[in-house]
């Protein structure tokens, strides 16, 4: 989402249910306000912070970098609040100093996932944690196995659980109006190359976990998180770079997932294309019809359905941002389970780690094409 879109949108005010709140809340607290610190005050958390300060029923305490000068950032984007947002750059010592903290925000790199939420959730708190789950699926079962035992509630970065086009449409998968899915098919094409910390494998888990695990975790949504049995997949650095690329997150991958009931989902996620190749693409074909996700329509085949059921329910298209952090405040206050929990999120993490193990030989350093299975990822039921 735009800075500008950001700016003007409208202030959106907390559910009404916020005097219930204290008996959710990990650490209890006798005002109506959620109490917030933040990990991570790069480009991601900067946009929450923005995002955060435009709605009621929050609070920012203290915010928290490994770079002074980002945390100092993080807090003038909450100069509003009273009193002033403190800065740390040790996010164990905020969490050992910030006695009245509800929830805290992670936002740092995809590799650093696990380390910074772990401890916010035993410590008691509440946590919204930026997609991935982590990188590794050591990691990513650390992380279940913390979050399995934590108190507080745990959210992930995954946003189209909050937008319209997509909670409509997956309405209308899972109540049969398109028949059993036989096939997914998407792409993510961008104009530039991969750049910043994606040039680093080991931070970002690679291009396709690191970004496309968003749309694993659509197509995951809709196989109802009953995850791919194969996945035989090619990924290559198809443009020249300085220095060492054998460690180098990929620009260029083809992938195929099969799932039990021989659905599968093709996708390919490709970097340096010419603009009209660009853009993002998410289509579920069922027996009966086909639906594209990312542009709310319905296609019936003749006679199977009302093409204007979908369109008509999705009033706006939006990234999710605000309503997921208000949805955050409110599941909350609520006692309310997340759309997207650590079950869902670790499953759909994986499909991205199960993508990067398919085309990359983590012992050669090499990309290149083959095929793994779910059972042998080593993932934790
Ligand atoms: N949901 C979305 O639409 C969306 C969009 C962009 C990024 N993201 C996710 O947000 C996360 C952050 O991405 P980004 O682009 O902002 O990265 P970034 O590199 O701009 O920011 C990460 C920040 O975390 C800090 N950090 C790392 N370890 C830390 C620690 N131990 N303690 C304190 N600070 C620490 C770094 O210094 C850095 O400033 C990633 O997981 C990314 O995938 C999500």
């Known amino acids: 989402m735009s800075e500008h879109s950001l700016n003007r949108r409208r202030f959106i005010s907390a559910s009404a249910a916020a005097a219930a709140m204290s008996a959710a809340r990990g650490a209890s607290s006798a005002n109506d306000e959620i109490v917030l610190g933040l990990i991570g005050c790069g480009g991601r958390g900067q ?32 100069e509003q609040y009273k009193p002033a947002v403190r800065t740390y750059t040790n ?5 050992d100093a910030e006695k009245k903290l509800d929830a805290v925000l992670v936002a740092t790199e995809e590799g650093n996932h696990a380390k910074c939420a772990i401890p916010v959730l035993e410590a008691g708190l509440h946590c919204f944690c930026e997609k991935p789950v982590d990188t ?5 079962n650390q992380f279940t196995l913390a979050a399995r035992k934590a108190k507080g509630l745990l959210q992930f970065g995954f946003q189209r659980h909050y937008v319209p086009a997509f909670v409509e449409g997956m309405k209308l998968i899972q109540t049969g109006a398109i028949g059993d899915v036989t096939f997914m098919q998407g792409k993510w094409h961008w104009s530039s190359d991969v750049g910043g910390r994606y040039l680093d494998l080991i931070q970002s888990g690679g291009w396709f976990l690191a970004q496309a695990c968003h749309h694993a975790d659509v197509m995951m949504w809709a196989m109802n998180y009953q995850p791919p049995v194969k996945c035989s997949a090619m990924g290559a650095i198809t443009e020249h770079v300085e220095g060492e690329p054998k460690v180098r997150a990929e620009n260029h991958s083809a992938l ?3 799932f039990a009931n021989k659905a599968f989902f093709s996708y390919t996620h490709i970097m340096n294309c010419c603009e009209p190749f660009t853009g993002e693409q998410l289509w579920v074909q069922g027996q009966n019809g086909g ?6 329509k319905l296609y019936p085949r003749p006679g199977m359905g009302d093409t204007n059921a979908y369109a008509e329910a999705v009033t706006h298209w939006e990234n999710g941002t605000y309503e997921e952090l208000e949805a955050f405040g409110n599941h909350i206050r609520e006692n309310e389970k997340p759309r997207i929990d650590i079950e869902k999120a670790r499953l759909s993490t994986l499909m991205g780690i199960m993508g990067r193990h398919a085309m ?22």
């Open 256 to 258: 195929i997932f099969e």
């Open 136 to 140: 590794t699926v050591e990691k990513v």
């Open 360 to 381: 990359y030989n983590e012992d050669a350093r090499e990309f290149g094409m083959s095929s793994v299975k779910w059972d042998d990822l080593g993932a934790i039921l």
């Open 291 to 296: 639906i594209d996700l990312p542009a709310a």
């Open 47 to 78: 946009t929450l912070l923005r995002a955060i300060t435009n709605l009621k029923g929050f609070r920012v305490a203290a915010v928290c970098d490994l770079i002074e000068e980002r945390a100092q950032q993080g807090a003038m984007i909450g």
């Open 91 to 95: 996010y164990l010592r905020m969490l």
